[in-house]
Structure formats: structure tokens, C-alpha cells
């Protein structure tokens, strides 16, 4: 199976590449190179020809290369779900803009184009942290098999930030509310139809599927319980929320809970090395799903993905990869790290010469 696939990248005052062109051959590739040499800015720059604000959900100002500070360019040609384009995506002191195929387009063009999955290592304490990176997690996971999610979530997000402001000035007269709270009540119904869909896809990819790796079972918790008719669950529960000056129901407080299937313990009580593997398992079982929906696998991008990996999963890991036939876009500090790669892969050296980065490819 052909896979989506970056063919070349040119980086232009991106974080620390004052310049760069990569040329790449579909295969997986590994950037190997020490901390700070900007493996991981490489793998920012291909996140971001998609929507949204890239894998370390930076600020637009962000990106530029400092201290120059003038803006900042991506440009690759791709092999897209039905052709070959050639994207652009940059910023000089305003909004990010996006070309297709010499184009002004919108964000969301770029996911008709591309699918990406990626893993990085903010998302190890995953299972630990707060319920907002699980939420965060889950609806990335949902945007890969449905677009158009994003526009719910917004719509959404506005119409409870309205409703909020409302709140925090105590406005009391429910013919405020109403509007707000019926756009509420359509954005959830549609936010939760996708996550729930996403949720299935991914456990039917971990079934039957043989791995290395170990089945998560995925449920969603509802910390103030399931809601069918949100509309009139907020008109009911504006005075709790009035005290709390925000809103206490709705998607926006729903948690991912995960359990380790074949121990049956629950993913913030496994090991480190069990909850990255978790985490492996779920982005290799989204890649399957995908693979399966488009007709090829979407590409990867592997921050550090080899960091709690022995030598046999890591092996194992680049054997799955391979047999999907996706391309990888992974990062390491060592070119041990690959050597299980060998030949099907290409590889990258990565430094940082003075300020400037230096990038060549290694037979």
C-alpha cells in the first residue's frame, strides 16, 4: 500500500533553520542528532501542513527564527490522497496563510490533502495529567478521520465562551441564554457522534491486528454524567453555573480513560514503559483505521518515539511501520536507535553549526 508522503521540504527562518531543503523518497526517515539541533523544529514544520497549530501547539510569532525575527516559510510538495500538490504555509506578522497549489486556501483544505498521526514526548504523561491533554488527544485523533470535526468544536467553543461572559456578569434573564444554548446542544451532538465513531474505529483496528504492542480499551467519562438533551440540561443548570461563573456541562468536561486490556489495569497505574507503549498501540491502531478508510496510511511523526523502548519493541515498532507502508518522520538522539531500520528507511544527520543548521543525508 502507497502511503501519503512529504517528497520534498524547504524551511525557511523556521525556529532554527535559517534555511533547509530535505528531499525525501517515501520511505520512513530518521533525523538523528543531538538535543537542540532541530530534529524535532523538522517535524514541527511538516505537523503544520495541517490544520490547526502543529504538534507543539505553538503561537504563530513563535516560529520565526530569532533574532531576525521577519517571518517564517514551510513549503513541500506532497503526494496527497488523490495527487501530487505543492503546499506553502507561512506567517509575516499576522495570521498563518496557506497555498495549495500557488492558491490562497483555507486551513482545512490541507486535511483533504494529508492525514498525519503523530506521537511526541509531552504526550508520555498523558494518562497522568489533567483531562484536558486527554481531550486534546482524543479530538486530534477524531480530526484525522473527520475533518469537519474542527468546525463543531469551534462553533462550540464560541457559543460557550459567550454563554460564560454571561455568566461572569450574572445576567440572569434567560432570553440570553437560549440562542446560545440550542448552538450549544448541535455542536455536542456532533462532537460527541464523531468521538464516539472514532473510538470504535480504533478499537476495531486493535482487533485481530497482531502486535507487539498492547490493546487499550477506550472509554468516555462523563464527570457530571451523560446528558441526552444538553439544550435543557444548561437551561436547568444555570444557577450551579451562575455560582461557578462558568459552564459545568458538555463536552468540554469530558475525560479518555484508557485500561492496559490484557493485565486490566488502568493506563494511569501502568508502568512508564507500558503507558508509551499504550500510546504507541493507539497511534499505530489509528494509522491502520485510516489506512483502511482512505485507501493508504496517513504519515507519521515520531518525536523521540524510541526513548522507552527496548531493542525488541523499537524492532517491532519499525516492522509495523513498514508493513503499513507509511512514512515515518521520527527523531532520535542516537543512529543505534535504527539500526533495526536498516535499508528500509533513509536517514538523516542533524547539527547545529554555529548558529546555523547543517543537514545531510547519510548512505
Given at each position: 500500500?502507497?502511503?501519503?508522503?512529504?517528497?520534498?521540504?524547504?524551511?525557511?527562518?523556521?525556529?532554527?533553520?535559517?534555511?533547509?531543503?530535505?528531499?525525501?523518497?517515501?520511505?520512513?526517515?530518521?533525523?538523528?542528532?543531538?538535543?537542540?539541533?532541530?530534529?524535532?523544529?523538522?517535524?514541527?514544520?511538516?505537523?503544520?501542513?495541517?490544520?490547526?497549530?502543529?504538534?507543539?501547539?505553538?503561537?504563530?510569532?513563535?516560529?520565526?527564527?530569532?533574532?531576525?525575527?521577519?517571518?517564517?516559510?514551510?513549503?513541500?510538495?506532497?503526494?496527497?490522497?488523490?495527487?501530487?500538490?505543492?503546499?506553502?504555509?507561512?506567517?509575516?506578522?499576522?495570521?498563518?496563510?496557506?497555498?495549495?497549489?500557488?492558491?490562497?486556501?483555507?486551513?482545512?483544505?490541507?486535511?483533504?490533502?494529508?492525514?498525519?498521526?503523530?506521537?511526541?514526548?509531552?504526550m508520555d504523561r498523558l494518562w497522568i495529567e489533567a483531562a484536558e491533554g486527554r481531550r486534546r488527544f482524543l479530538d486530534r485523533?477524531?480530526?484525522?478521520?473527520?475533518?469537519?470535526?474542527?468546525?463543531?468544536?469551534?462553533?462550540?467553543?464560541?457559543?460557550?465562551?459567550?454563554?460564560?461572559?454571561?455568566?461572569?456578569?450574572?445576567?440572569?434573564?434567560?432570553?440570553?441564554?437560549?440562542?446560545?444554548?440550542?448552538?450549544?446542544?448541535?455542536?455536542?451532538?456532533?462532537?460527541?457522534?464523531?468521538?464516539?465513531?472514532?473510538?470504535?474505529?480504533?478499537?476495531?483496528?486493535?482487533?485481530?491486528?497482531?502486535?507487539?504492542?498492547?490493546?487499550?480499551?477506550?472509554?468516555?467519562?462523563?464527570?457530571?454524567?451523560?446528558?441526552?438533551?444538553?439544550?435543557?440540561?444548561?437551561?436547568?443548570?444555570?444557577?450551579?453555573?451562575?455560582?461557578?461563573?462558568?459552564?459545568?456541562?458538555?463536552?468540554?468536561?469530558?475525560?479518555?480513560?484508557?485500561?492496559?486490556?490484557?493485565?486490566?489495569?488502568?493506563?494511569?497505574?501502568?508502568?512508564?514503559?507500558?503507558?508509551?507503549?499504550?500510546?504507541?498501540?493507539?497511534?499505530?491502531?489509528?494509522?491502520?483505521?485510516?489506512?483502511?478508510?482512505?485507501?493508504?496510511?496517513?504519515?507519521?511523526?515520531?518525536?523521540?518515539?524510541?526513548?522507552?523502548?527496548?531493542?525488541?519493541?523499537?524492532?517491532?515498532?519499525?516492522?509495523?511501520?513498514?508493513?503499513?507502508?507509511?512514512?515515518?518522520?521520527?527523531?532520535?538522539?542516537?543512529?543505534?536507535?535504527?539500526?533495526?531500520?536498516?535499508?528500509?528507511?533513509?536517514?538523516?544527520?542533524?547539527?547545529?553549526?554555529?548558529?546555523?543548521?547543517?543537514?545531510?543525508?547519510?548512505?
Amino acid at each position: 500500500m502507497s502511503g501519503l508522503a512529504i517528497l520534498t521540504l524547504q524551511l525557511s527562518h523556521f525556529r532554527s533553520h535559517r534555511a533547509a531543503r530535505l528531499e525525501f523518497d517515501g520511505r520512513p526517515v530518521a533525523l538523528v542528532g543531538a538535543n537542540g539541533a532541530g530534529k524535532t523544529n523538522i517535524l514541527e514544520a511538516v505537523s503544520l501542513l495541517s490544520p490547526g497549530r502543529g504538534l507543539r501547539r505553538a503561537a504563530v510569532e513563535d516560529l520565526a527564527r530569532r533574532p531576525e525575527a521577519i517571518g517564517w516559510k514551510v513549503a513541500a510538495t506532497v503526494a496527497g490522497l488523490s495527487a501530487a500538490h505543492e503546499l506553502e504555509t507561512w506567517a509575516e506578522g499576522g495570521p498563518r496563510q496557506v497555498r495549495v497549489d500557488g492558491k490562497a486556501a483555507p486551513q482545512l483544505a490541507l486535511a483533504r490533502i494529508l492525514r498525519m498521526v503523530w506521537l511526541v514526548p509531552a504526550m508520555d504523561r498523558l494518562w497522568i495529567e489533567a483531562a484536558e491533554g486527554r481531550r486534546r488527544f482524543l479530538d486530534r485523533t477524531v480530526l484525522s478521520f473527520a475533518p469537519d470535526h474542527a468546525e463543531a468544536v469551534l462553533a462550540y467553543e464560541k457559543a460557550m465562551r459567550d454563554r460564560n461572559r454571561l455568566l461572569k456578569d450574572e445576567v440572569r434573564d434567560p432570553h440570553w441564554y437560549g440562542a446560545l444554548e440550542a448552538q450549544m446542544a448541535a455542536s455536542a451532538a456532533v462532537i460527541a457522534a464523531n468521538r464516539v465513531d472514532a473510538l470504535a474505529r480504533l478499537m476495531a483496528a486493535q482487533e485481530g491486528a497482531e502486535t507487539a504492542f498492547p490493546r487499550a480499551s477506550l472509554t468516555l467519562v462523563h464527570p457530571e454524567g451523560e446528558v441526552d438533551d444538553l439544550a435543557t440540561a444548561l437551561a436547568e443548570n444555570r444557577r450551579r453555573d451562575l455560582a461557578a461563573g462558568r459552564t459545568l456541562l458538555g463536552p468540554h468536561r469530558v475525560d479518555l480513560q484508557a485500561v492496559f486490556s490484557a493485565k486490566g489495569v488502568p493506563a494511569d497505574q501502568c508502568s512508564t514503559g507500558e503507558q508509551k507503549a499504550l500510546l504507541i498501540s493507539l497511534m499505530l491502531a489509528n494509522a491502520r483505521a485510516l489506512a483502511t478508510d482512505l485507501g493508504r496510511p496517513p504519515i507519521l511523526l515520531l518525536d523521540e518515539v524510541a526513548a522507552h523502548l527496548d531493542a525488541g519493541r523499537r524492532a517491532a515498532l519499525y516492522d509495523e511501520i513498514c508493513a503499513l507502508g507509511a512514512q515515518a518522520i521520527m527523531t532520535g538522539t542516537e543512529p543505534g536507535l535504527f539500526d533495526s531500520l536498516g535499508a528500509r528507511g533513509q536517514s538523516f544527520a542533524i547539527a547545529d553549526d554555529i548558529g546555523q543548521s547543517s543537514i545531510r543525508e547519510v548512505p
